[in-house]
């Protein structure tokens, strides 16, 4: 598996740009980035220029702040980059949250309070971000009394400052959803409720890779910082490694940053084996294949147990492989760690390739 640490970079210039200047973008690296390994892509991000880096949750974030302390090529300046802790806090989070200088995403006076314990134990303050509930009820106060709640417990704690306000869209990929209006209605509640608990955030922040494809959004979100006097944030995971959904709907909104994404992983295996196969042999298990014709057959150490689909099986995915520049179809099914493609129009293939 490889990892073109260019593409990653010039993927993420490629957010920078359509997003244009003043607005922050956090590179979401969650989920060990999408797969990509979390270890691999911070270093790259971060030369790259990310400021920002987005996990899952407080053990993700500490495996990041440890790795890129460690990595010679990171400045040695304390708590940089900022890591947001985007799914989830729990109490017993908080003091790894304060040792490892992450920010998490908070939505509870429990949250409030675990922190502010924390962070009086630790000495120094932390920063948090207020996650309002527009649709997915997921996480979030709602808009209203659970907000105030969240404002009041803010007010109370000593050491717990709200850096920024934000929420996560149901429907960023359909454009002019009206879950999407309502969304925003929401939110426009919930930054006035902030103003009026006197609470000002340097950042506001919605919108994954599809919102800043879909461009709307961002335009809606320039406003909503301008009345709170902050700055937009953006939260692109998706769109780093090379992918964007499809847009839905209005299809008239041309699609600003698909265009210029490329995906960053590469998967390579070595050709260990051939093997010429007559009409009527079977392969695989099941002899779900038979063969009509001879075939020349190559067999990859490879298999669903490597996250090779099954799905991709003959007859199931109809997966197929690049060889030397051309495709080679799996033929019969994915085996737990062994695949087997149909190389006869490649005569020029080897062992080792
Ligand atoms: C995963 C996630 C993102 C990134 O979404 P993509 O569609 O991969 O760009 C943004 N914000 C939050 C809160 C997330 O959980």
Redesign the pocket.
Known sequence: MGVAAAQLTSNFRAVQDVVSGGVTVVA?I?ADA?GHGAALCAAPLLAGGAEWF?VTDVAEGVDIRRNLRKSSKVPEVENSPSILV??GMEPADAADALRYGLTP?VWTPEHIAALDAAATEAGHEVRVHVEVDTGMARQGATVGAELDEVFEALKTARWVRCEGL?T?LCS?EVAGAPSTEAARGRFERAAGQTLAAGVRPRFVHV????AVDEASTLQWLRRQADLLGASCMV?????LYGYC?PLQGDTSVFPALRARLRPVMTWEAPVIGLRDIDAGATVGYGASFIALRPMRLALLPVGYADGFRREASSGMGDGWVMLRGRRAPVVGRVSMNLTVVDVTAGAEVRVGD
């Open positions: 979401v969650k999408y987005g985007m799914c995403v934000m996560h960023a919108g994954n890779s599809s939260r692109p995971g998706l769109a959904l």
